[in-house]
């Protein structure tokens, strides 16, 4: 592996450099001849083994090579027991669970429970450092909605870099409402994850991942593809309703994701819960750590194939061919999934304002940049607040917070400007230049005075550059 071009120096040093030249990226142009001729990648499923009625998950972060491309060169990856990306841990609300993270990396890393409504102890963010060799365990009750989370390196100004190398994987929480309700429920077959990020690679194969400070600031983008960790796979479906769980895991790209013959589909759950009632669709669009579960239905496509793709850079990401035959195991999408617990704005006690913006060539959150020594924010317990959050400059943001998730009640000042798949428990928002959002939140169980939680713009070089509280 081409490690200096690859472990480039931080991005806070890259900022704080006069700015570099352009990248000495070589495309391999989105992948080229490898165009659906390698399977789908289903990463492993994890349930757990029970132990002293605790359930039990032992990861190992690693390095590992790659083959991702055509020509048998390998990339030089990190993985999580593997050697690239990580297993599907599964876990059941109500559950102790006991995570361990053993790090046989070269370096110190952390990793956060995305989405996870846990301890701040144990959220694996910037505080929780797992030093090289160590192994760091992450202990909770599950408490929180059937819904698809993951868990991704936190460690201040390098998650961008350890993303970039593999480190992430899908948390899939099952509750008993989920359980009764007729949706695709087999893992793999026809509940499909799909991680969705991208990268550049070098002649030599490994990945390209210098940025620029100019990338640094637009956000770092790649050229080339990946699902699950393979260039434009091919996935054998039956005809029938596809749940499809995607992950937007990439630094920067914000994804317009739609089928190419424009297919309609059913968004049925925002980041951390199902939705109400499913929401009809032909465009998803998904920022860097948004997830969304869908439901597609391909009963009337037997012997066909379509191909899902991102309409915002035309880019084909897979291709599913419909099995010419009778489907097994047939599910019904209910037209209703869920009653979620709404906040009311009458009840909020306090209003918090966040703007997002640049200061001498630095990215702030109300003008400070990323201290872990300070808490910017303290948060009663049990509060029920609304934070306005304002993106200050002329590129894209998004934001995301720790610990719970908040309810999305208006668009630059427009409670009608809040799209119905927007309309559901969320952890990461959104916000195009110049708009704002308003949320509303309120904290529970986990009250602490010394361990904080990290809110943040969730564009990785962005906080790696400071945007960050
Ligand atoms: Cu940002």
Redo the contacts with the bound molecule.
Sequence with gaps: MNRRQFLSSSIAATLGLSACGGSSSSSNGGGGNTSFKRPFFIPEELTGNLQNGRMQYNLTLKTGLSRFLDNNINTATWGINGKFLGPTLRLKNGDSVDIHYQNTLPEATTIHGHGMHVPANMDGGVHQIIPAGQTWTSSYTVNQHASTNWYHPHLMGKTAEHVMHGLAGLIIIDDSNTETLDLPKQYGVDDIPVIVQDRRFNADGSFDYNPSRREIMHGWKGDTYLVNGVIKPYLELEAKQIRFRILNGSNARIYNFAFASGRSFKQIATDNALLETPVELTQLRLSPAERAEIVVDFSDAKGKNDIFIDSASNAELFKVNIKNQDASNITQLPNSLITLAQLNPADAVNTRSFT?SGRRGQ?VINGQSMNKTVINESIPINNIEIWEITNAMGM???FHIHATHFQLLERNGSANAVAANERGYKDTVYIPPRESVKVILKMTDYADTTKPYMYH?H?LE?EDAG?MG
Excluded: A, P, R, V
């Design positions: 997002l990215l894209d943001h998004n713009c564009i962005h945007m």
